[in-house]
């Protein structure tokens, strides 16, 4: 098992995230971070039935109370979170009870959030489920539920006790959702880390076929990226915006593709690559940084190029969606810009233009 702590400014709030395999079967992990003697987990009715008794076998000294979402981003609602508060008034919770997220990022978020603001805050305990939660959604705070009008528009910053990783739990996740869990690690890697690139590149068989220490060593790398870079900028104030590499582009793709078509991680791979062709265009990386990207988002099963949407996507489309970018601070767009692997950097002020114009190329190229 790996340990990992994650400091943030206010001391009192560092924590720890476990790494390794069999972990939900060893109580300790849990019992030594529960405050009062009142558990409620929430997770969903597909995780549930995996590891819902798993989990609660050797929590019988606990009073346990169990909430289960339907499964699917859908469902990541302002009415399910209502109705989590009042599952958790109804069970008469203490301010000293704590919550455990047991399940992927939806379920990991709406619980997170439901945490931050009953009673104005209790404990909770992340056991992400898939890749992502375990690599991104699960490390750094973030809570959220999706509003009509936009994801994850409400939401707080409350950060766990502890994360638990159990690797077993990848076992019976879909290989699509294990590749677009992914895609965010080769993030970590590309704007963060050349070393753990290189590694990523020499250790893609051994990923894919889930090698126990393979699969440890990339959670942890990719944990203790994003710990970092979240241990600098907590509230997202400067380089936590680092971590959106690719999502500009991704976000968009989703957005004018209809969300659900790709997955996440699948459309922040494709926009990862435009964010590299792009800068390369740009004279900021070379193009052999730009063919490893590429081929290693292939190699890692992942698409690289929007093969197979050209006809449903316009440059215009794609260009007003990224307007719509959270990170832009006038009428230009901000986007993260790989350097070199393993350095991005920020830039303000880039004419959309410019990105239709890159935009509209890539598309046509497709085409021909
Ligand atoms: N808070 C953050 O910082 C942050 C960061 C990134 C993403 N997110 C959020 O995370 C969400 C996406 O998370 P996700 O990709 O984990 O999706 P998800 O939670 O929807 O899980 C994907 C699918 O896998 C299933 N699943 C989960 N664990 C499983 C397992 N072990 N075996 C079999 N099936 C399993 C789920 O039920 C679901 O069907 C989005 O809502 C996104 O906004 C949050």
Redesign the pocket.
Known sequence: MKSLDLKLSSKSSDYQILIGKNLLADKSHLTSVIQGNQVFIVS?D??AP??LASLKSGLESFECHVFLLN???QH?SFENYHKILNAMLEAGLRRNATLIAL???????MA?FAAATYQRGIPFIQI???L??QV??S??G???V?HPLG??MIGAFHQPCRVITDID??E???DR?FK??LA?IIKAALLYDANFFEWLEACASEILSHEENALITMIERSCAIKAEIVGLDEKEQGVRAWLNLGHTFGHAIERCLGYGEL???EAVAIGMVMAAEYAEASGLLCQGDVTRIQSLIARLGLPSTLAGYEKRLTHNDLVSAMMLDKKNVDADLTLILPKSIGEVTIKHSVKSQDVEQYLKRNLESLVA
């Open positions: 969903n597909t995780v995996l590891y499964d699917g981003e990541k399940g992927g990022g939806v379920v990991g978020d997170g992400p489920t898939t992502l939660s991104d959604s490390v750094g973030k809570t959220a999706n994801k994850n739990t990848l019976t996740l879909p959702e677009a869990g965010e997955l996440h991680g």
